[in-house]
């Protein structure tokens, strides 16, 4: 897409800043940014490269401010974070501000494994984003709504942290079950690569864009980290996949507020469990994005 705008909203977070760069440094395409009030610092090394910003926050009351930053956009990002009211709520009342001033296309705030076929109760989080993408089914009129699924974050912080397959600190990989299905990585980097690509194509997508840059079982993923940092792994083996339903079920019951004790493991059960695998992957659709692998990312950040 020529002289598109490209309209994001969390443009300060984690994957919206990678986001914003692939897309400023795309000739002939503008970059908006929706900034929460007070908050214009967080992104002032992207107002320096060019990104206009409009102030304003998604959720309810918010919709002058909304349509401001849609009107002439041809595809709206979302990248926020939060629970129901900025998920569902926020996401919808943007998705209406989009899809009254004529966006084409609109990505919401998914970035994970496959949410569609996780059971419902099974990752709180996916049940939210599949109740956003139900409202977007009803109500997005002629907007594209495309859900970009890239498994798990191939990254420090994700797979070698929130999740902790593997702690490079420790030399520790952690499974439960056999360790046998395979799963899907992605880095930030990359899903931010294939993100702007999904924004600026000009034909339709359809309603998931599914890609990987690796999908390895943990056995392999175990293997991949070896051979590329030349240290081995112990390998714990913490409980048959009952003991991780029962594990979770436990912390739940016990502290349902406290998220970070169970959602980590509720994403590592799905990929372990191959309820969260991507298929078809659509890596080919975008052939100028060439993911890292396990491997790469391994050897490239010296773990
Ligand atoms: N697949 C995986 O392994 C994996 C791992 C982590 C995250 N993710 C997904 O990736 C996506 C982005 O996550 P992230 O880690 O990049 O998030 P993050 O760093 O927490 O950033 C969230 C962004 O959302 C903005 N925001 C939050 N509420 C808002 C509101 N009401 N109005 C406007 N902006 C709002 C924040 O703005 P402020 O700067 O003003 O706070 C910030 O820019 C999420 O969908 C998350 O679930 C996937």
């Known amino acids: ?9 969390g443009g300060s977070g984690q994957l919206g800043t990678l986001v914003a760069d692939e897309i400023l440094a795309l000739p002939d395409v503008q970059l908006r940014l929706l900034v929460r009030p007070g908050r214009r610092d967080r992104v002032a090394h992207l107002e320096r490269r060019g990104a206009q910003i409009v102030e304003g926050a998604i959720g309810a009351g918010a919709e002058p401010a909304l349509a401001a930053f849609a009107a002439g956009a041809t595809t709206v990002i979302s990248a926020v974070q939060g629970g129901p009211e900025v998920i569902i709520d926020g996401q919808s009342s943007l998705l209406r501000a989009a899809r009254d001033n004529g966006v084409r296309r609109f990505i919401p705030s998914d970035f994970s494994l496959n949410l569609f ?14 109740a956003f993408a139900d409202v977007a089914a009803a109500e997005a009129g002629d907007v594209e709504v495309v859900h970009v699924l890239n498994g798990q974050f191939l990254d420090r912080k994700v797979l070698f942290g929130f999740i902790r397959v593997i702690d490079p600190a420790t030399r520790t990989a952690y499974v439960w079950g056999d360790g046998d299905t395979p799963m899907d990585f992605t880095t ?10 999904a924004a600026t194509d000009d034909s339709p997508i359809g309603d998931v864009l599914g890609v990987a840059g690796d999908t390895l079982t943990f056995h392999e ?3 991949a980290f070896e051979k590329a940092s030349g240290k ?6 913490l409980g048959s996949m009952a003991d991780l339903d029962q594990r979770i079920a ?9 998220f970070h004790a169970y959602l980590p493991l509720m994403y590592y059960r799905a990929q372990l469990n191959g309820t969260g695998r991507i298929e078809p ?8 994005v060439t993911p890292s692998t396990v491997e790469q990312y391994v050897t490239r950040e010296g773990l």
């Open 1 to 9: 897409m020529s002289n598109a705008v490209i309209a994001l909203v």
């Open 117 to 130: 076929t996780v059971a419902k109760g099974q990752i709180l989080s996916s049940d939210t984003r599949r």
């Open 188 to 197: 930030y980097a990359d899903t931010a690569r294939y993100t702007a690509a």
């Open 221 to 223: 993923t175990v293997l």
């Open 232 to 237: 081995s792994l112990r390998v714990e083996r």
């Open 250 to 258: 436990d912390r739940q019951r016990s502290d349902p507020a406290d």
């Open 281 to 288: 992957l659509m890596n080919d659709r975008y052939p100028s």
